[in-house]
């Protein structure tokens, strides 16, 4: 996003699909801050250019998706006004890392923040998988009432 105003500093985030960031608390909080401008797309980048497009300006650019490469090309196409990429999440392997090092962009990430909400699915796939609950769920969506 393109902003007049050079004190006024640009937030893109270019991958919210499924969202995962729109009707977060950070949003919110983030649309607070003062000379903040914040860009979300709720649907994939295309292709690189149009990732490229997205990201375009940006001072710091938020990654909620391992599908966005933020590669050497991008990164060196946004480094004039580049300054952070953060990643919501812990995985950097879809980032750039040398060359936002030698750029001097700050990359970030969340790291040791999910550790409850995943031990909590794995647990839920556990008991879904033993009481045969997907399979129970397509008898019954098939017209099924399968006797206990």
């Known amino acids: ?3 007049n105003n050079p004190n006024i500093k640009s937030v ?9 960031f729109l009707d977060s608390q950070a949003l919110n909080r ?4 003062p000379n903040i401008s914040v860009s979300i797309y709720n649907t ?5 250019i149009e990732l490229k497009r997205r990201v375009g300006d940006a001072h710091t650019i938020i990654v909620t998706r391992t599908t966005t490469r933020l590669d050497e090309n991008i990164i060196v196409q946004s480094s004039k006004t580049l300054k952070h990429i953060a990643v919501w999440g812990t995985a950097t392997d879809h980032i750039d890392l040398v060359q936002a090092k030698n750029l001097g962009i700050l990359v970030t990430n969340t790291p040791d923040t999910h550790y409850d909400s995943v031990a909590e699915h794995a647990l839920a796939l556990m008991f879904a998988l033993a009481r045969r609950i997907p399979q129970l769920d397509q008898r019954v969506r098939d017209g099924e009432w399968p006797r206990g």
């Open 12 to 20: 893109v985030i270019p991958d919210d699909y499924p969202s995962v």
């Open 44 to 48: 994939r980048a295309g292709n690189r």
């Open 30 to 33: 983030l649309r607070r801050v």
């Open 1 to 3: 996003m393109s902003t």
